[in-house]
């Protein structure tokens, strides 16, 4: 895993970028260090499998395998989308991680995929 976060502001818009280069089933833990708004997910499987980006949107202790995300969206094999949210979905703290299946109790890695998220 490799997450950089990018940060950029002034008078009319105060916006960050998170970029996994190879999203995992281990947990990125609350990446943007704190409470904020996220507006896109770019995401890109580069696996012939699909994937599961699970992404938790509050503060508190998660352990993948265990805690039920907030959010779960099915990244089909070797495609490349984008998710917009217009209005904005509000979060505490955003983590997020990656597994090759649907299940919360899945801790299986699902190969490469690569993430941006948006956020004010």
Known sequence: MALTVTGFSNTS????????????????????GGSGTLYAIDFDNQSSN???????????TVTVGTTQPDLMLHLEANKASTLQLPAGLAFTQLSFWVTDA?????????????LTFLCA
């Open 13 to 32: 818009l105060s916006y960050k970028i998170a970029t996994e280069s190879n999203a995992s089933d281990s947990l990125s833990s609350d990446i943007f």
């Open 50 to 60: 699909p994937a599961f980006l699970k992404i938790y949107l509050r503060s508190g």
């Open 102 to 114: 649907a299940a919360t109790s899945d801790t299986g890695d699902p190969g490469t995929v690569v």
